[in-house]
């Protein structure tokens, strides 16, 4: 009879700490999806930023239209890239293409609206930065339980696959809404 009840409280000793690891990794992958959907954010917000940018930029430099439509060509492979794509680097380098404008035309850089767009721009890649931050540091923190023990001896049977820092699976990838394109 003893035996029994030692046999049934390791059985539920076993099954309150299966609970526990499976509800902590849950939490911690949801930390990770919440990553990638803050950097989702943060790209929609460059990405609506971007003609209000060239928009500006046109009334003053129209004659720069192949760094104009160069931005707005980048603009649209990365709403349409992945967030980890060679697209978003394409776009940065339009985009600074498109900012080093405002030293070659006095006006446009004393321009208010420039001036803004340009701040938005800015503290928007800052937002960018921190989020992929916070986003490998809890692919670092969910990798690190998963990988555990005694989580290490579950998880596996649980569904918990490593989570990759720089690879994104499709399922983890948001999609960053369309704006209209700019016509010349």
């Known amino acids: 009879m003893i035996a029994i009840f030692i046999v049934l409280g390791l059985v539920v000793l076993l099954a309150v700490v299966v609970v ?17 959907a803050d950097i989702d954010a943060q790209l929609r917000q460059r990405h609506d930023l971007i003609p209000n940018l060239v928009e500006t930029v046109k009334g003053y430099a129209s004659h720069e239209k192949d760094t104009l439509d160069s931005v707005i ?36 850089k004393a321009s208010a609206n420039f001036q803004e767009l340009q701040r938005e721009l800015s503290d928007v890649e800052d937002k960018l930065a921190a989020a992929r ?3 490998n540091a809890a692919v670092s923190r969910y990798n690190t339980s998963r990988e555990s023990f005694p989580a290490i001896v579950f998880a596996g049977a649980l569904g918990f696959q490593t989570a990759d820092f720089h690879r994104l699976d499709e399922s983890e990838k948001g999609t960053v809404d369309q704006v209209p394109n700019i016509a010349f």
Do not use: F, H
Not at 21 to 29: C, E, G, K, Q, S
Not at 79 to 98: F, H, M, P, Y
């Open 20 to 36: 526990g690891i499976y509800n902590r990794l849950v939490a911690m992958r949801q930390n990770v999806n919440q990553g990638v």
């Open 73 to 108: 060509s980048a603009r649209n492979a990365a709403a349409q890239g992945g967030v980890s794509s060679g697209d978003e680097t394409q776009l940065k380098i339009a985009l600074d293409r498109l900012l080093a404008l405002g030293e070659a035309y006095p006006d446009l």
């Open 133 to 135: 931050r916070a986003l």
